[in-house]
């Protein structure tokens, strides 16, 4: 059962709606959302690209911006080495360019998911040396790489580290010891010591930090490089970073460029998945273009999305376009499948009593392993970890709940595990077979979740009667996107709603739609893509009385527009 809470943080909201020319809804529902404090309110609502943090202030900036300014002028041969997934797609492609631009001799390599492993390994290394490659730069990965950088140092080749991840550390009696790797230059927001103001940057946005800055450095236009903001924006998005200060500049700028990109990849990438003509927001991004390029890491190589994001000619783009989607509508279908699995293993098993939820599954591609993981979770609300065999032993991924950092949890069973690293939300982890039962109690032993943190929190921002819900009102909420983790869509609430003329429509008959009446007599069309047939059947159940969350809209059919509300959640 959900655990509804009404959110009621104050504030001057009448001083407020004055002095931003914003309604007082809109600036309680910006508080809510703790953006406290004049300057605060006004980035907010009106922040640009002006006002982004300069990346020379990132700790290892200054260093790696004079080795490659070096490398770029001595004509020595770099190595871009990225990641597998959306960000680190992004993220090679905004350094080729960037690079390009000043001259560089550059080329890039990404490792295959299953060959390779995530991050940077010695086979890449030993890849690179024997091309000649005189300097390797990581992005969205190497921070956790001290021994493999070690490798190609002795090698005598120049490394440098991009990453936005989480710095291991090993606990000891003093506390937390932390590790980095052997680097020329490690450039993370992360790391102890980094002055950089905002420490939630995805891997790609360090990357365009370091162009921004190399840029800058050699006297070039920096706003040569406003183009790079889209992927900047899909990378962040994508990887699920927080959507507030500099990522919520960033993204909303780049989603205005992503409306007339010039990338030929991407522009096929929109057309073939229907979202030309469409106000792209961070939801597309999120649940229809992002899933495309990181199909190509899961099941193809994830060189194929990069070259997308390079095609030069439209043909070569419309092909990639086609192929990408065709791999990850194939994805989807191979997920369904496991989820099914998934699901059984759960109900079928002693681990559904588990505050921690790990699934191991032999045969499911270890790509699959975070999507499926995700899937569980959202079902049933538990820190959720998917195991499957790889080539060296057990691989999986991990999806988290708010209040379960995965991350810090993997730390106290390192001695359990041959490689992991990630995020308080996610992690990824390898180990040898004969440890899985071993890491699932272990797990579960150190887990101090209590059953309050493991029910689902449904936060409410106001209770709205349906009088208020103008077009002015909706419009008025667009000042809020892009809206996405750490800047959620605002949640409104009514009580004593009858729902009336239910019924069940959409091609796959999954959507209801209704009539709804609020206690003050006011009418208003409803729609409820969650659970349809549940949600009719709970409405005859109840005379159609219940109290509902959900969020306005206008709906526009045959050139009429309509206001309605899409149901959320109801009880």
Request: proline share 3%; aromatic share 6%.
């Amino acid at each position: 059962m959900e655990r509804w809470v009404l959110l009621r943080k104050g504030a001057d909201f009448e001083a407020i709606s004055k002095k931003f020319h914003i309604s007082p809804r809109l600036a309680s529902l910006i508080r809510n959302r703790d953006v406290i404090g004049d300057e605060a309110i006004d980035q907010y609502l009106n922040g640009t690209i002006a006002e982004l943090y300069d990346g020379m202030q990132m700790k290892g900036m200054p260093q790696a911006v004079e080795i490659l300014t070096e490398k770029i002028r001595d004509r020595e041969k770099i190595r871009v080495i990225g990641d597998y997934d959306c960000d680190g797609i992004n993220a090679t492609y905004i350094l080729l360019e960037g690079l390009e631009k000043l001259g560089a001799k550059v080329d890039s390599d990404i490792p295959d998911r299953i060959k390779d492993g995530y991050g940077l390994n010695q086979h890449l290394i030993d890849r690179a040396h024997e091309d000649g490659i005189d300097t390797i730069i990581t992005c969205d990965n190497g921070i956790a790489a001290a021994k493999e950088i070690e490798y190609g140092k002795a090698l005598g080749m120049t490394i440098i580290v991009t990453d936005h991840h989480e710095v291991p550390y090993k606990e000891n009696e003093a506390g937390r010891r932390y590790i980095l790797p052997p680097a020329d230059a490690v450039v993370d927001p992360r790391q102890e010591g980094c002055e950089y103001p905002f420490k939630g940057l995805c891997g790609a946005a360090v990357a365009y930090k370091l162009v921004e800055a190399l840029c800058e450095a050699n006297g070039q236009d920096v706003a040569d490089l406003d183009y790079l903001l889209e992927n900047v924006a899909i990378a962040t998005v994508a990887d699920v970073m927080d959507l507030t200060e500099e990522n919520r500049i960033l993204v909303k700028q780049g989603l205005e460029m992503l409306k007339r990109t010039s990338n030929l990849g991407l522009r096929a990438l929109i057309q073939c998945i229907g979202l030309e003509g469409i106000k792209i927001q961070a939801y597309h991004i999120g649940f229809i273009l992002a899933p495309c390029l990181n199909a190509s890491g899961k099941l193809d190589t994830a060189k194929r999305a990069l070259a997308l994001l390079r095609a030069k000619t439209e043909r070569e783009a419309d092909m990639l376009a086609g192929d990408l989607k065709a791999l990850n509508e194939s994805r989807r279908d191979m997920t369904d499948r496991v989820v099914d699995e998934a699901m059984a293993k759960v109900e079928q098993t002693d681990i559904r009593g588990d505050k921690v939820l790990v699934i191991y599954l032999p045969d499911c591609h270890e790509s699959l392993a975070g999507l499926v993981a995700g899937r569980v979770r959202e079902n049933y609300y538990r820190p959720v970890f998917v195991l499957t065999d790889s080539e060296d032993g057990v691989k999986g991924s991990g999806r988290s709940i708010e209040s379960y950092s995965m991350y810090e949890e993997l730390t106290g069973c390192g001695d359990l595990l041959t490689k992991f690293g990630g995020h308080p939300m996610a992690a990824g982890l390898s180990l040898d077979k004969e440890n899985v039962e071993k890491f699932k109690r272990r797990l579960n032993d150190q887990c101090t979740l209590s059953e309050e943190e493991l029910t689902e929190k449904v936060v409410i921002d106001m209770e709205l009667p349906f009088a208020a819900i103008t077009e002015h009102f909706i419009e008025e909420l667009e000042y809020m996107e892009p809206f996405g983790k750490g800047n959620t869509k605002p949640v409104f609430a009514a009580r004593g709603v009858v729902m009336q003329h239910v019924k069940i429509i959409g091609k796959n008959k999954n959507v209801a739609k209704a009539t709804a009446i609020d206690a003050a007599g006011n009418r208003m069309e409803a729609i409820c893509f969650h659970d349809a047939q549940e949600f009719a059947e709970r409405c005859e159940r109840n005379n159609g009385k219940m109290s509902i969350t959900f969020y306005p809209g206008i709906n526009e059919f045959r050139g009429e527009r309509q206001i309605q509300i899409v149901i959320t959640h109801y009880r």
